[in-house]
């Protein structure tokens, strides 16, 4: 096969991976974030304590988890048609990246969040922080370069998904290099597949790693923010009670 006949089929197939990477990427990180964060909260002394709750959410993520994705695809099939008509192609398989990608961030997610100095939350605590400030001004800014380097995993993970998904009709590199270059001994092209997402995943590593870094350095150089700007709207209420002594 020649390059001007390999170019047309690298390209769809390209696309079709980066459409289902970047769909169940929105859904895995809208959908597990708050889901990693509830673990965290509602845990043993946390802000939310619910033993229960905690116990039947984390045996979800872990079910999510410990079931190989090829299986959840399959075990899906009827909800995956019923959400999209179907069962092949590349809308077809966001569903399952989606879902497979969930429990799997939901876990980063607890990782990083319980990272967090604790003595930080305790402060925005003592300021009157209530548990949504604490999630949104301490928890989530405070573990914001782990969740990019959390992303940036559940990225790569994606993609290797994305190629089981593309042996069952899910389309993408995966499919291409299944059809051309097992089917029909199309051993360039294949290589060519291979070497496409050793690329990819690089880059992606490498600016998720660039990103958290940088936001890491930025952390350290300005302090604690959140607890900066609790302390900036205590201020006027400190400066009345100094007046009035």
């Given amino acids: 096969m020649t390059w ?17 990477v970047a769909w169940s990427t929105l859904i895995a990180v809208a959908a ?3 889901l990693g964060i509830l673990l965290v909260l509602t845990d043993r002394g946390g802000l939310l304590q619910n ?4 116990k039947v959410i984390g045996q979800v993520v872990n079910v999510g988890r410990s079931m190989p994705f090829i299986i959840l695809m399959v075990a899906l099939m009827s909800f995956t048609r019923w959400v999209t008509g179907t ?30 100095d604790n003595g930080l939350v305790e402060a925005v605590q003592a300021m009157g922080g ?4 604490i999630v949104r001004k301490a928890l989530v800014p405070e573990a914001l370069p782990s969740l990019i380097a959390s992303t940036t995993t559940t990225i790569i993970a994606l993609i290797g998904y994305s190629a089981m998904a593309g042996t069952v009709g899910g389309g993408g590199l995966g499919d291409l290099a299944v059809r051309y270059g097992y ?4 051993t360039q092209l294949m290589w060519i597949t291979v070497a496409i997402l050793a690329v990819v995943i690089s880059l992606i590593q490498f600016a998720g790693d660039y990103a958290a870094r940088s936001l890491h350095h930025r952390g350290a150089r300005s302090g ?20 009035v002594a």
């Fill in 32 to 34: 597990g974030l708050p």
């Fill in 130 to 133: 209530n548990s949504w400030t």
């Fill in 51 to 54: 033993v229960v709750a905690n």
């Fill in 4 to 20: 001007s006949e390999m170019q047309p089929l690298l390209s769809q197939a390209c696309s079709e991976t980066f459409t289902m």
């Fill in 87 to 116: 069962t092949i192609g590349t809308t077809a398989a966001v569903v399952p990246l989606a879902i497979g990608g969930i429990p799997f961030f939901a876990r980063l997610v607890e990782t990083a969040v319980r990272e967090v």
């Fill in 224 to 243: 604690p923010a959140p607890k900066l700007r609790l302390l900036k709207a205590e201020e006027p209420e400190a400066a009345d009670i100094a007046k």
């Fill in 183 to 186: 089917q029909r001994f199309e």
